[in-house]
């Protein structure tokens, strides 16, 4: 039998590791000049990373995949503008 809180405790830890290594790139790369902002990226990257798997194992599985797809590329795109939002110079 599964024990499934065995599962959650090893899924919340594979998230909480993901999270820890887009922290480290982000913090490396994109925002090597403010590197505190990188934790708070990560936590969001990590969720839409998580969720595109999720979605591209389940496209042939759900009718509801434009709607999580919708969701996706909304998440995406306010990802990338909140990125490169904070990423300029302030005046």
């Given at each position: 039998?599964?024990?499934?809180?065995?599962?959650?405790?090893?899924?919340?830890?594979?998230?909480?590791?993901?999270?820890?290594?887009?922290?480290?790139?982000?913090?490396?790369?994109?925002?090597?000049?403010?590197?505190?902002?990188?934790?708070?990226?990560?936590?969001p990257?990590?969720?839409?990373?998580s969720?595109?798997?999720?979605?591209?194992?389940?496209?042939?599985?759900?009718?509801?995949?434009?709607?999580?797809?919708?969701?996706l590329?909304?998440?995406?795109?306010?990802?990338?503008?909140?990125?490169?939002?904070?990423?300029?110079?302030?005046?």
């Amino acid at each position: 039998m599964i024990d499934w809180s065995t599962v959650g405790q090893l899924i919340a830890q594979a998230y909480r590791v993901l999270e820890d290594l887009i922290s480290k790139l982000l913090a490396d790369t994109l925002f090597k000049a403010k590197p505190e902002l990188a934790s708070q990226f990560s936590g969001p990257i990590s969720l839409l990373v998580s969720l595109t798997a999720l979605y591209l194992l389940m496209t042939r599985v759900t009718a509801a995949r434009k709607t999580i797809g919708l969701l996706l590329a909304v998440g995406w795109g306010l990802l990338i503008v909140a990125t490169v939002l904070t990423l300029l110079p302030s005046a």
